[in-house]
């Protein structure tokens, strides 16, 4: 059986590395990576190629984000999006963004995981200053340690629930990538839906391999955007639960997005974003 990675080999398009945000003309950022990096360059090369300019890594922090702004010229008029932007997460915390449709979280989101550049300002995500990156590193780093879970799910409908749990871990060089996605699955409750595509599944059974997918490779940081989003109330409770059991089993730093005030309320720290400020709760 070919491995998920030879399958899609050809889908460079979807599978690529070049992690980007994508701005519809209104100033707002779309998350659209996976969280891999390119097929023909191993992330561990592309990494290793980042290291001698970048700042050794604070093991007691994850990210640093020191004045950043994002301002998107749409021809007709230059929008500030993000303006002095300053906060630094610990590792292993949990902490939501909040704030009104519109007013930059999900920007602000894209940026902190190097999808998007800041106009101004400084990122360091893992002890890794992205400006000082090209796009193939940021992209090797995001492959190391960050993983993503998105309101859309993302996962690729022509490869089953295994084998979009597998594809991190075989990018990543994980041998035994089979039996790690199948213990994932099983620890997300879908022990028995292992071979089913995303097609076959409901909407919170596709956001449980998701979740699977996003905590394959013990990751050292997830991004969340409105995770429970699609998501009725019930489904929603139990998906939440889900990501704090494995964000605290793991020790991972939990960044989110979100409009859920139930799920903000369960983060260590919330912050608010307003016009593009980011404010303390």
Do not use: W
Request: with cysteine; hydrophobic share 40%; glycine share 12%.
């Amino acid at each position: 059986m070919l491995s998920p990675t030879t399958r899609i080999r050809g889908s460079a398009c979807t599978l690529s590395g070049r992690a980007n945000s994508i701005n519809n003309g209104k100033g707002r950022s779309t998350l659209t990576d996976s969280g891999t990096s390119s097929l023909n360059k191993a992330p561990a090369e592309a990494l290793r190629m980042t290291e001698a300019g970048s700042k050794k890594a604070d093991t007691g922090v994850s990210l640093r984000i020191q004045q950043l702004g994002k301002v998107v010229d749409t021809g007709a008029q230059r929008l500030t999006i993000l303006q002095a932007v300053n906060i630094e997460i610990k590792s292993g915390e949990s902490v939501a963004i909040v704030g009104a449709s519109g007013s930059g979280k999900s920007t602000l989101l894209g940026i902190m995981a190097g999808l998007d550049l800041p106009t101004t300002g400084s990122v360091e995500l893992l002890g890794h200053e992205l400006g000082a990156l090209d796009e193939d590193q940021r992209a090797a780093v995001r492959a190391q340690g960050v993983s993503f879970v998105f309101q859309n799910f993302q996962l690729l409908p022509g490869l089953t629930a295994l084998e979009n749990v597998m594809l991190p871990l075989e990018i990543r060089g994980v041998r035994n990538a089979r039996d790690e996605a199948r213990q994932l699955l099983t620890q997300v409750g879908l022990g028995e839906r292992q071979l089913h595509y995303p097609t076959q599944l409901s909407g919170g059974e596709q956001q449980r391999v998701a979740i699977a997918r996003a905590f394959a490779g013990k990751p050292a940081i997830l991004f969340a955007d409105e995770p429970t989003g699609n998501l009725d109330s019930k489904t929603g409770a139990q998906i939440e639960d889900l990501l704090f059991e494995l964000n605290q089993a793991g020790g991972t730093t939990l960044v989110l997005v979100t409009h859920d005030e139930r799920l903000a309320q369960r983060c260590q720290r919330r912050v608010h974003m307003n016009a593009g400020r980011l404010e303390a709760l």
